[in-house]
């Protein structure tokens, strides 16, 4: 079976002597539950799983209940440590406050229990570890699955990458591709929406939050104002009600909106976004034409090309910490900035036979990045820039 190389890293973590709260959180299908389980067959003790996906959220009882089962079970045992599961967290109201008090109990007790909690919702995980945990945790957060990945996995090529994304689980399907499409957005995006947003968080226009998806999807690693597409949304509303809205589609991993590179930052919040899904399948689903008829179509595919830079570069950003934006001046455009720290890095992403781009001299000329890169035409091949790590370019 294939195993994603944050399990050794979340292994050393538990079965080292001193103890944190792993927190193991990411998008959905991207195999959190199953990279869990593969760990605690390797462990050389007990543990125990359970899931919050069925229990009322009000019932703040139900975290202290396991909790207790796994001190039962941890005290009948020959082991001195135990490790508890607790999976899909972000379901149970005030959930950070439940563990805390658990946790805290345990420490003084001298209990060796290691826990490990998952979710899928990045914003209310995040706000319950700011808010309850400090210095109680360590994260390991699940991107979507890379080329190489998927490469060596499946066997798939550049090119089906681009078109059908990484999702592991919808990888056997693609032979089919109406099936695929069904189940990608019957199976994932309908379920993120449904259970990482409507059901967790506040949404008074949930129509429009899915019109909002649809047409960020079919623009992705294109830069549009929101006001502009307020007609195709058919939406007259406050923008701020659509800015809340893609905060929540980032925080389900399914679509942001990068901002415009500006030394000024607030001027970055007020640029025009960049859509850009985390996961090219996001797009390839809802578009009507097939992968044999894309790859024939230049133009159109090269911005499926740009958009799987893009969500290859967005997905490391997440787990290497350097931040991702786009920058354009008087319609001379970078792709894709990187900066770690004061360092810059530009990318552009070309697909036809004229390579050329003045925006790189330009942006160089106001903002002295530290290098540049061109993927695909002329420059580093899309099937290898896909396959590396972009935050080693900082080290070139």
Known sequence: MYERIDLQKLKKRIEEPRKFVQVVYGPRQVGKTTMVLQLTKQLPFQSMVVTADDVPAADR??????????????????????????????????WSE?????????????????????????????????????????????????????????GWDGNQYIWFGGYPGAATLIENELR?????????????????ILMLTRVDKPALLKRLFEIGCTYSAQIIALNKIQGELQEKGNLTTLSNYLSLLEGAGLLTGLEKFSGDIIRKRASRPKFQVFNNALLSAQSYKTYDEITKERNEWG???????GAHLLNASLNKQ??????????????????SGNRLIGIEVKTGKDSRNRGIGKFEAAFRPIATFRVGTDG?????????????????
Not at 68 to 78: D, F, Q
Not at 303 to 309: D, K, L, N
Not at 380 to 396: G, Q, T
């Open 61 to 94: 009882s139900w975290i202290r209940d396991s909790w207790n089962e796994a001190r039962r079970r941890l005290s009948v045992s020959e082991g001195q440590e135990f490790l508890l599961v607790i999976d899909e967290i972000q379901k149970i109201d005030n």
């Open 98 to 154: 439940s563990v805390k008090k658990e946790w805290d109990e345990d420490s003084t007790a001298m209990r060796n229990i290691k826990v490990i909690i998952m979710g899928s919702s990045r914003l209310l995980i995040q706000k319950g570890l700011t808010e309850s945990l400090a210095g109680r945790f360590e994260t390991t957060y699940l991107t979507h699955w890379s080329y190489k990945e998927m490469h060596d996995a499946f």
């Open 180 to 196: 695929w499409k069904a189940y990608i957005r019957d199976s994932l995006i309908e379920t993120s929406i449904s259970k990482d």
């Open 303 to 309: 911005r499926f090309v740009e958009s799987a830079i």
């Open 322 to 339: 350097f931040n991702l934006y786009y920058w354009n001046e008087n319609n001379q455009e970078v792709d894709f900035v990187m900066e």
């Open 380 to 396: 580093i091949p899309v099937e290898e820039f896909l396959a590396s790590d972009p935050y080693a370019l900082f080290s070139i």
